[in-house]
């Protein structure tokens, strides 16, 4: 009882309305909808490590740092554990400093620029973009320290903030349906409507969200937890059953065990990291060899990450009510902090930028509103560090069940705009548009921020667009400038 009431008053369970149970729910529901980075984030990151993926009938891409040589699969065990370690430290300082329930990992997005922007394309070494992300870090860490990135984001357009969680909603129902397979691709309209009868998993996707609503209706508390989990035991029950082959409704977890046994299942991962470690000390030393290249990538990493981070926190602040009548978030320099901290500790360990992610939402939905919440996240993290392939055990279809649930709820932030006002519809519905089509957050806040002095100007209101918003804007140009001559080959290669 005494540890409960330490937790309670620490966390302020009493002022947030609060206590333990819902928080420890709100925590596993975060976890499992954004346990799936942890399978993610080697993937994507491995290919510009080693130089690529490995190819049928070809040998399997491989890669020297510090005197000994890695291969791909290698370098995902290594990969997959610095996620988690980041993870945790960054989820750690959000509990314990920021007391807020967010979770924080490597991002989606982030992660692809990072390896196949900077690193593939542009022909940055990885050692030298993770010396990049670190620099970026420390940027983070001395702007958070003085208030510049908290008067930063006040300076968001006031329909801007609260469209940015309607834009999160709408795209996180986008990436859930299609992985869910309810929402295909077609080359003729370039999406339509997923064929249940012919795809195993839409058929058992659709009815573990329908599962899932019906719960979450009655308010049964944990619904979503129920969802993932009961949806992923009857993808399992299926396979084992010989309804549908194996690999379909699970990701080859079965036959992984009936070929190898369920030792190589817990015990096969490679838990020493450090090859990383010396390739982020390498980094440092090379970049001088061409600092106008690295200034540019520290610059890009900088810009997408601050609005990625500064729209996810206000788009799941507003869904747990934390936002003020500005639609301003209180003390946001704490979670900001914690995201700083996350992203320098990261690139040092040899992953990408560690951000604010917008899963965060599930677990605010299920009631987590402390720093509470992030530390049963955290804590889930660590000790997936025991069981690392158990967790990607849990087919990406099921937990994406939590993504188009909490992005319809999402939606409601729709009702706090003003339609009505040019200025106001034509900056939020950008915003909301622009997220999901671009599959970015920060690209929908660039074209609201981008948008609202300019129809301010048109509409005669220039005086009510501050300095502070016009030069918001320019800088946005700028960037999209940097980075569309960078798509286009434009930027001298390193």
Do not use: C
Not at 16 to 35: I, K, N, P, Q, Y
Not at 150 to 164: D, M, T
Not at 259 to 272: M, P, R, T
């Amino acid at each position: 009882m005494a540890v409960t009431d330490t937790l309670a008053e620490y966390f302020e369970f009493e002022e947030h309305d609060t206590d333990v149970r819902t928080e420890s729910v709100a925590g596993l529901t975060t976890f499992l909808a954004m346990a799936y980075i942890i399978v993610v984030n080697p993937s994507i990151l491995a290919p510009a490590i080693v130089g690529g993926s490995p190819q049928e009938g070809e040998p399997t891409p491989t890669t020297e740092i510090a005197g000994a040589t890695y291969d791909f699969f290698q370098v995902v065990e290594m990969l997959t554990v610095v996620t988690i370690i980041a993870s945790v430290v960054a989820i750690l300082v959000m509990a314990l400093y920021a007391n807020r329930p967010f979770g924080l990992a490597p991002g989606l997005g982030l992660n692809a620029f990072f390896a196949f922007t900077v690193v593939l394309t542009l022909g940055v070494p990885w050692q030298v973009a993770l010396a990049a992300v670190f620099v970026e870090g420390l940027i983070f860490i001395a702007l958070t320290a003085v208030g510049a990135r908290e008067y930063i984001i006040q300076l968001f357009p006031e329909p801007v903030k609260f469209a940015v969680g309607a834009g999160i909603g709408v795209f996180l129902l986008f990436l859930g349906l299609q992985e869910m397979q309810i929402v295909v691709t077609d080359p003729a309209t370039l999406t339509t409507l997923g064929n249940v009868l012919q795809s195993p998993v839409a058929a058992l996707s659709l009815l573990g969200l329908a599962l899932t609503f019906v719960l979450y209706a009655r308010g049964i508390k944990g619904s979503i937890v129920i969802g993932i989990i009961g949806t992923a035991l009857a993808g399992y029950a299926l396979t084992l059953a010989g309804v549908v082959d194996r690999g379909v409704l699970e990701p080859g977890t079965v036959s992984q065990v009936e070929s190898e046994g369920i030792g190589s299942l817990l015990f096969g991962v490679q838990y020493d990291f450090t090859p990383l470690v010396y390739g982020f000390v390498d980094g440092l030393g090379l970049i001088l060899e061409d600092p106008l290249v690295f200034a540019l990538v520290v610059f890009t990493f900088f810009f997408v990450d601050f609005f990625d981070t500064a729209g996810t926190l206000i788009g799941v602040s507003q869904i747990a009510g934390f936002l003020d009548e500005n639609g301003d978030l209180p003390d946001i320099d704490k979670p900001l902090m914690a995201d700083a901290i996350g992203t320098t500790f990261g690139a040092m360990i040899g992953t990408s930028t560690v951000t604010t992610f917008i899963e965060s939402a599930t677990g605010v939905e299920e009631g987590g509103r402390t720093g509470f919440t992030a530390l049963v996240v955290g804590a889930l993290f660590a000790l997936s560090l025991l069981v690392v392939p158990l967790i990607s055990a849990i087919p990406t279809y099921a937990s994406y069940i939590a993504l188009v649930v909490v992005g319809i709820i999402m939606l409601q932030g729709v009702a706090d705009i003003d339609w009505q006002d040019p200025a106001w519809a034509i900056s939020a519905g950008l915003t909301i548009t622009i997220m999901p089509l671009t599959t970015s957050i920060a690209n929908g806040l660039a074209a609201g921020i981008m948008s609202y002095p300019i129809v301010k100007a048109a509409v005669g209101e220039a005086d009510d667009v501050s300095l502070g918003q016009w030069t918001l804007a320019v800088v946005f140009v700028v960037y999209f400038a940097v980075f569309f001559a960078a798509s286009a080959g434009l930027l001298p290669s390193f």
